[in-house]
């Protein structure tokens, strides 16, 4: 018997690679900005290896709490109407980042107000829909009044937290599946 050729709705991509990223799509807080961090980590899969063909989406509130964004802040090249980038100057809430060849990502953003996490979204091979998560800023979570951690085990909370590397820098790995040694992170399902 025969099969035919899968269709696009069933190959598993990526198919984002080309479209989706833009120019410094990791640099949500204005440039030059006293108070912006530094979110970064790698992605890996179910054996343990980086996924070099990731794509990570960040959402936010401003640090005010707002959550409108600012429109307008994705500039076109006036000639070939290609997106150039961000302006440098307002602060949108949203970043997209490709993960390099070892599977890392980095995003430049101010604390979020009113909320003590980052929203993710993940697309990577294999995955035949998108994954959420939230990536709790650690120094700004109290875990036991999170609803969401307070309700997790310590090892499956642990997978949600940054881990502080420096003044202003957060480290938040990905786990797709766990491998044996480390957890997988833990994905949230809105239905």
Do not use: C, K, N
Request: aromatic fraction near 8%; charged fraction near 20%.
């Amino acid at each position: 018997m025969t099969f035919p050729a899968p269709t696009p709705s069933q190959t598993v991509g990526p198919f984002y690679g080309h479209a989706l990223p833009f120019a410094r799509g990791g640099e949500i807080a204005p440039a030059g900005h006293p108070d912006t961090i530094t979110v970064h980590g790698h992605v890996y899969d179910g054996a343990g290896q980086p996924v070099s063909d990731a794509l990570v989406e960040f959402w936010q509130p401003g640090p005010d709490g707002t959550r409108r964004g600012a429109p307008g802040s994705m500039r076109r090249d006036q000639v070939t109407g290609e997106i150039v980038g961000r302006d440098g100057i307002a602060f949108t809430g949203f970043g997209r980042v490709a993960t390099d060849a070892d599977g890392h990502y980095t995003v430049r953003t101010l604390p979020p107000g009113g909320v003590p996490y980052l929203s993710l979204i993940v697309f990577a091979r294999g995955l035949l829909h998108h994954l959420h998560t939230r990536a709790y800023l650690s120094g700004l979570t109290d875990t036991a009044a999170e609803p969401l951690l307070a309700a997790l085990a310590p090892e499956r909370r642990d997978t949600l937290l940054t881990v502080p590397e420096r003044a202003g820098v957060h480290r938040f790995d990905i786990r797709l599946q766990g491998d044996g040694t480390h957890e997988e992170t833990v994905f949230l399902d809105f239905a």
